[in-house]
């Protein structure tokens, strides 16, 4: 059951997500952003977490192989 997030909840997850889409050079408005704040809502819908917490839950959380143009 999603739970309601408080303001201080979205930063720390927009936070969370800004730092990982840094760490991959991921763009943040890119699929792969996507993804991984879905990851960062499921591990809260589990337990409140600070940012490094996320982080550190994500941490084999990679984002997919590009694809290479020939």
């Known amino acids: ?4 997030y408080s303001p201080d909840d979205v930063d720390v997850m927009r936070g969370a ?3 990982w889409c840094a760490l991959h050079n991921v763009g ?11 990851r960062i809502l499921d ?13 550190a839950q994500l941490g084999d959380f990679r984002p ?4 290479r143009a020939f």
């Open 28 to 38: 943040k408005d890119g699929a792969e952003a996507d993804r991984a704040a879905r």
């Open 64 to 67: 997919e192989p590009r694809q």
């Open 17 to 19: 997500l800004d730092v």
């Open 43 to 55: 591990l809260m819908d589990r337990k409140k977490c600070s940012a490094d917490e996320l982080l």
């Open 1 to 4: 059951m999603r739970q309601a």
